[in-house]
């Protein structure tokens, strides 16, 4: 396990060197992806993304990012599921708050 850690943000472990962590900032916030990186195959279509969006600041916002009209789901192209249907699951999508700051989380299976 590795230490991955923002002082900031986010203070978590991760198997490395079966993940890779990479993370990024701009005007819009902070994120970390954890990439696979099995037997040194890094496979960048699968990933657990994190992101501290800065226009975000309380959970309703967080969901409305993703549920919304034009949130995250939908310009994706990706629709919502129930776990009890039999339709191939791809991803999921969580959300949290740390230190007072509300994120996102998605895991996209490949």
């Known amino acids: 396990m ?5 002082k900031n943000l986010l203070t978590t472990y991760f198997p490395y060197p079966d993940f890779i962590a990479k993370s990024g900032s701009s005007g819009e916030g902070q994120s970390v992806r954890f990439i696979p990186n099995f037997g040194g195959n890094k496979n960048e279509n699968a990933y657990v993304h994190i992101a501290f969006l800065n226009y975000l600041i309380n959970p309703e916002q967080v969901r409305k990012s993703i549920n919304g009209e034009k ?16 339709e191939n699951i791809v ?9 007072g700051k509300v994120f996102y989380v998605i895991r996209i299976v490949d």
């Not at 991803?91 to 230190?99: M, R, S």
């Open 91 to 99: 991803g999921e999508i969580y959300l949290g708050e740390q230190k």
């Open 71 to 86: 949130g995250l789901i939908a310009s994706n192209k990706c629709h919502v599921v129930s776990r009890t249907t039999r």
């Open 2 to 6: 590795r230490l991955y850690q923002d």
